[in-house]
């Protein structure tokens, strides 16, 4: 009896009713919920529009409700909008560890007015027969309330998401990437990958060889 009552809790799809658990929700930590849910948003400022645009459905599928009703204007109006959030986010200096002054941007109240019918859910599994464990899955009704709860996590003070928020700064790339994470005051990653980082390098070398 108690055997079959711990299996049952194990099993997000007994606990869960409508539509969530038929979606294969993932469920992991918090901090792994909304990682996932952040790189999902800078993977989609990063596809290149129009071209690309046909990625994005599949993209957002995981955390959005019905991404296939969203139209290509308001995709491409959803990607311009993210990509200027990111700039901005990402002009700002960090300075002993603090992205300056990201949650004072001016138009953040607008931003969670967009994400404020993403759904967080907490799924309580047991870990083992003494310990809880509480599971996160995050769920956006559009691909905009996704981008925007994104947003939300990128300037929230309390959260680290900020600074390692970077754009790549190898000039012919531009991405905007999650650095790993940062010890202490500053540091952390410039650029996405060691082919930007191997780019750059040879750029610099060989404009230092022909000065
Ligand atoms: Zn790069």
Redesign the pocket.
């Known amino acids: 009896m108690w055997a079959a009552a711990l299996t049952l809790a194990a099993s997000p799809s007994y606990y869960l009713s409508g539509t969530l658990m038929s979606a294969g929700r993932m469920y992991s930590t918090r901090r792994e919920a909304e990682k996932n849910l952040i790189e999902r948003a800078l993977q989609f400022a990063n596809l290149k529009f129009p071209g690309e645009a046909g990625q994005a459905v599949e993209l957002w599928r995981p955390v959005c409700t019905r991404p296939e009703s969203t139209s290509l204007n308001e995709l491409t109006n959803d990607h311009v909008d993210l990509n200027k959030w990111l700039v901005k986010i990402t002009g700002r200096q960090i300075i002993r560890g603090r992205r300056q002054f990201v949650w004072r941007l001016d138009t953040l109240a607008e931003v969670l007015k967009l994400a404020e019918h993403c759904v967080v859910e907490i799924h309580p599994r047991y870990e083992n027969a003494s310990k809880l464990r509480e599971c996160f899955s995050i769920t956006a009704p559009s691909v905009e309330a996704a981008y925007a709860y994104a947003v939300g996590l990128l300037i929230d003070r309390k959260k680290r998401w900020a600074r390692l928020v970077r754009r ?3 000039q ?4 905007f ?1 999650l650095s790993k994470a940062v010890r202490g005051g500053g540091g952390g990653e410039r ?3 060691e ?2 980082r191997r780019a750059a390098k040879s750029w610099s070398s060989k404009r230092s060889r022909s000065s």
């Open positions: 790549c700064e190898w012919d790339c531009g991405r990437f650029m996405c990958s082919a930007c």
